[in-house]
């Protein structure tokens, strides 16, 4: 099922336009940020980073939502929601609250997301009854 595109940021404080390129250790904002243009360096967020189409990041990224419409080579950590439309391609670990995967879209790394320690709870969980289950065979067949 395809989804519509969604429009989840449309108000920046900074655009890195189409035609350029920033090189640079970091990028730090409390604002919305928008990259359209090359962006090769760190980049730390206290708001929301879009990606749009044409553009492209190298490094890390860290932000409360982050859109990719483009391409990100490097981690994504967030706080809250990552979008890779149909048209991203991104090459790098994905850590966030909630993610969202249009179809089309390209991902080369590992994607963790919800709440980590309810996810461990539940595994942890899972095991003990898989060990449990394992347990209670072995005591059947020695039985028999």
Known sequence: MKKNKQKIFDNYSTIIGENTVLVSEYLK?????????????????????VV???????????????????????????????????????KGNVTCNNLVIDDGASILGYCSSGNPSAISDSINTSEKLETKNLESKSKKNKAV
């Open 52 to 90: 749009g189409e044409k553009g492209t990041v190298e490094g890390s990224i860290k932000a409360i939502n982050v859109e990719i419409s483009g391409t990100v080579i490097g981690d994504i950590t967030s706080k809250e929601l990552v979008y890779l439309t149909s048209n991203s391609k991104v």
């Open 29 to 49: 904002s409390e604002e919305t940020v928008r990259i359209d243009g090359k962006y090769k360096g760190e980049i730390i967020l206290e708001s929301d980073l």
